[in-house]
């Protein structure tokens, strides 16, 4: 079967040599690949989370539609659409807001910094902080749990969102007792180079360092690299290759033996205008047929527009039966069908076994408990109490706490559970990544069987 792999671009900026390098090149190339399935998209949705400028957002639209089918995606073989062209996308995020914690969202990194910035400014917690950038992860669920994506390719910002997606993914097949989601992965590329800007920072709009990829043309590309800061070593002096952001440029994009020989005529004391010449050249050796194909999609927007029209009906194709399921087993159904049956108790015991806690004191005379599965697994131990009382209010607590509303945060090997945002308990360590989903599910279905109990 083939591995289908969903990534999404924010519409808020226009592309960069360092979008080049980092995303789009490694994307397109992984779409030729016979054995991967691409959904790639325009995160429209996302960008008004940052943006109410229309204009900008009309105008990155294009210009990253453009960019990337320049680059060489063929959307043949791609599905390649806009976030917005596709309503089950907010649908299913409400399906998914309404069982998300809001504990997990409270620990996103991006809403925490908000708040965190906020506290250092001595402003209230929240203040300026739109629902939007709090719901964030839960609409980047959905785009990905609706296509049953496999990989999602993410920078390592993003990871927190994938693990998040799995989250949700797994809380909804385990409350309907089927799988309707895949479970994603994030797919970091250790290979992929990350480009340093012009001040030797990574190259990003937000530090203002961006090297342009089709904007302004040659003129701008060669006028900007001109502008890499270098230090003020003379020609004929030696220039150290591994300390200078002209050498990583260049040697993301050419091969290992011009690389080599740019290595060593930096050695030998090329100056650094002339170094940025051969840089310059080498890049837009790459670019300019690029560059040409990206001007005369600019030039026919209506040729793009049909493109994501028929991108978005086969993303469709795929979502919308899927949405069909969902609607039926929530109980949004017509009312000409059956009921849904009310008998069944959910997450019965299994013959008479339960869950149950087991209290020790450890070694240094601290009071701490494992929480078993019925079956007798370890599926928790809680953090070391000096009082036996609150580690008695502690299992209280957790008896009536019930899967729904327990904040899980999600190791790469093990959880933890976390209750007013501190970690009061934790799982042992899995094997792997599936050995914890595993895990997840059974911690889940013990806790709702404790919550029954009570
Ligand atoms: N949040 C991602 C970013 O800023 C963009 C994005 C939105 C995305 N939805 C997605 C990425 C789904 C992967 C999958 O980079």
């Known amino acids: 079967m083939n591995t289908r792999v969903l990534t999404g671009i924010t519409t808020t900026g226009t592309p960069h040599l360092g979008n080049y390098v980092g995303a789009i090149r490694p994307a397109v190339e992984a779409s030729r690949r016979d054995d991967v399935d691409a959904f790639y998209f325009m995160a429209d949705y996302h960008a008004l989370i940052k943006s109410d400028d229309a204009a900008r957002i009309e105008r990155s639209r294009l210009e990253i539609a453009a960019t990337w089918l320049a680059a060489g995606l063929d959307p043949q073989r791609v599905t390649f659409y806009r976030q917005s062209d596709i309503p089950e996308i907010p649908e299913l995020t409400w399906f998914l807001t309404c069982i998300a914690s809001k504990g997990m969202l409270n620990r996103a990194h991006a809403y925490k910094a908000a708040v965190d910035k906020n506290a250092a400014a001595g402003e209230d917690a929240d203040a300026g902080i739109t629902a939007g950038l709090y719901m964030y992860p ?265 899967a729904a509303a327990a904040v899980l945060q999600i190791q790469p090997l093990g959880m933890s559970l976390e209750l007013d945002g501190e970690a009061v308990a934790r799982t042992p360590d899995y094997r792997d990544g599936q050995a914890r989903d595993g895990a997840l599910a059974q911690l889940r279905d013990a806790l709702d069987q404790l919550a029954a109990q009570e």
């Open 138 to 402: 839960v609409l980047m669920a959905a785009d990905i749990l609706a296509f049953d994506a496999n990989q999602v390719p993410v920078g390592r910002d993003q990871i927190q969102h994938i693990e998040m997606a799995r989250d949700l993914g797994q809380r909804f097949n385990h409350l309907h007792g089927h799988e309707f989601f895949v479970l994603p992965e994030a797919l970091i590329e250790e290979q992929v180079a990350t480009l340093p800007g012009l001040d030797g920072r990574k190259m990003s709009k937000s530090y203002d360092n961006t090297i342009p990829l089709f904007a302004g043309g040659k003129k701008q590309l060669r006028e900007t690299i001109m502008r890499i800061v270098t230090d003020s070593r003379l020609p004929g002096e030696p220039k150290d290759p591994d300390d200078c952001a002209l050498f990583t440029i260049f040697r993301a994009f050419a091969s290992e033996a011009e690389t080599a020989a740019f290595r060593q005529a930096l050695l030998d004391g090329i100056g650094w205008g002339e170094a940025k010449q051969v840089l310059y050249e080498r890049i837009e050796a790459d670019v300019a047929p690029m560059r040409e194909r990206y001007e005369a999609l600019m030039a026919d927007p209506a040729a793009i527009e049909a493109i994501l029209q028929q991108g978005a009906q086969k993303a469709r194709a795929i979502a919308a039966p899927k949405i069909v399921a969902l609607r039926d087993v929530l109980g949004l159904r017509a009312m000409t069908t059956a009921p849904a049956r009310t008998d069944q108790p959910k997450a019965a015991p299994k013959q008479g076994k339960v869950p149950r806690f087991a209290s020790f004191r450890d070694a240094d005379g601290s009071f701490r408990f494992r929480l078993f599965s019925a079956e007798g697994e370890e599926l928790l131990l809680s953090k070391p109490f000096a009082d036996p009382k609150a580690a008695g209010a502690l299992q209280k607590q957790l008896k009536t706490l019930g």
